[in-house]
């Protein structure tokens, strides 16, 4: 039997959150144990909770939203590559040094970001691993259809907007935040399906990798 590797990483109301984000909230409005015929529970939390996919609609005005997003570019083969520990933001020279395979067209990124998730670290680390703006530049031209990243933002904190833009506006999709502790650097097949959830900018994903 094939490796799997659940790459998602949990969703609990001690989940990591972005700064500004509502924390999410799980409330068990039936309950068996209280006399209810079932259980039920209630679920409030932003689509960018968790594992999650943002779509060009995140922030490009009139950006695909995730539901148009085509599914053969969410399912098939990827790389993950591995960045070294020293490296602190992920720049155009940083790919190029790590010879990419010619024929990728979706890139897992794993980088020092993977020891928070190793270490079940709930706190939120300012000073994360990211892509620059001339990293995303750089993936573009290299005809990456996917890229996703061991934290809960593509780019970095000091840059934000601009990668995201330079990825979105070329229809890149982008698979944020993502546990890689466990996977080796190396090929796989990828599958990341969000929820069909109409005209919204993201949605959630439960993404595994399967070891080829």
Known sequence: MKNIYDISVELSTRSVIWPGDPMIQLDRVMEMRKGARYNLTHLKMSLHNGSHIDAPLHLIRDGKSIDKIPLNILIGSCYVLEIEEKVDQIDASVLENMKIPKNVTRLLLKSRNSH?????????????????????RFLVKRGIQL???????????VEVDPPHIE??????????????????????????????????????????????
């Open 116 to 136: 928070y998730w190793k270490e079940k670290d709930h706190k939120f680390h300012e000073d994360y691993c990211g892509v620059t703006t001339d990293g995303a």
């Open 167 to 212: 990825l979105l506006s070329n229809d890149v999709v982008i698979l944020e935040t993502i546990d890689l502790s466990g996977v080796d650097p190396g090929w796989y097949d990828l599958f990341c399906l969000p929820l069909k959830i109409i005209d919204v900018e993201g949605a959630p994903v439960r993404a595994i990798l399967i070891k080829y």
């Open 147 to 157: 890229v996703g990243i061991d934290y809960l933002s593509i780019s970095p904190l």
